[in-house]
């Protein structure tokens, strides 16, 4: 333990973490944002040439006193895999919460693989983890950010996995900012229908069979995922990759305007 604390304390530094992939911001709502990186590498054993998982954090957080509720909902929000954030005492600072998923990541790395990789040495590669994850602040609303975490994660199967988590977080509390704060009452079925309509424009298809027929919302009724950002002007919901497309498809973004939802705004 006390071996992969130092690992990640000698990685760990704070820095402005920028990315093309999606766009932040630093100051917002009153608040001056930072982040956290870290990037180390775990050996599985202690052996030369042995399989390694591979750690990138870039984490923000908002500085200050003024930005403890909103870090506490960041912390807690599930948008790490594994969430080892989310079980942490409060009293934790960002920072050592940080540590602790480092430390956590690598200790359940060598209990679950070393064991495999020890009775199957000629499948090295199929034991080096790739796990990337890097945040945004993004701030289109009065009062509300939207918090974004794009992760990469890669086990040695046939391919990584990307996907994104938004949520629309209170500044003052912290609070997440759901669908039916945002819509009125019965919105499901009207917003499900304007998501399908986007679609099919997309996939240039006219009806749901057909977009049935192409591997989208297949055995499932069409929703609204509760994964959106709350932009200028817009909303964007995310479907992550698989979750209701062929893997091929990737993640979907399907962004309606607020003349689209006008009637379903409250």
Do not use: W
Not at 56 to 71: F, P, Q, T, V
Not at 86 to 92: E, N, P, T, Y
Not at 206 to 235: C, H, M, R, W
Not at 244 to 256: D, F, M, Q, Y
């Amino acid at each position: 333990m006390r071996n992969l604390l130092f690992i990640a304390l000698a990685v760990l530094f704070t820095a402005s973490c920028g990315s093309k992939e999606e766009k932040t911001v630093t100051k917002a709502e009153g608040l001056d944002f930072d982040s956290i990186c870290v990037d180390t590498v775990v050996p599985l054993i202690q052996e030369e040439g042995a399989p390694t998982a591979h750690i990138h954090l870039s984490l923000m957080y908002a500085k200050g006193d003024k930005g403890a509720a909103l870090n506490q909902s960041i912390r807690k929000g599930g948008f790490m895999t594994p969430d080892y954030m989310g079980i942490l005492s409060d009293r934790l600072t960002m920072k050592q919460a940080v540590d602790s998923f480092i430390i956590s990541y690598a200790n359940d790395y060598k209990r679950d693989y070393a064991p495999l990789f020890r009775g199957d040495r000629e499948h090295s590669d199929s034991y080096n983890l790739n796990y990337d994850c890097r945040t945004y602040v993004q701030n289109h609303r009065d009062g509300i950010i939207c918090y974004i975490a794009r992760s990469t994660m890669y086990g040695g199967g046939e391919h990584s996995v990307t996907s994104t988590v938004a949520k629309n977080l209170e500044v003052k509390t912290g609070k997440v900012v759901t669908a039916a704060d945002v819509f009125t009452e019965g919105y499901e079925q009207p917003l499900a229908d304007l998501i399908v309509g986007k679609l099919c424009k997309q996939q240039g298809v006219k009806t749901l069979k057909a977009l049935q027929e192409k591997g989208f919302f297949v055995d499932i009724e069409p929703y609204a995922s509760d994964n959106f950002i709350l932009g200028d002007g817009e909303i964007t919901f995310i479907y992550v990759d698989s979750e209701i497309s062929p893997h091929e498809a990737g993640e979907l973004r399907i962004t309606l305007n607020d003349d689209e939802l006008e009637s379903l705004y409250k």
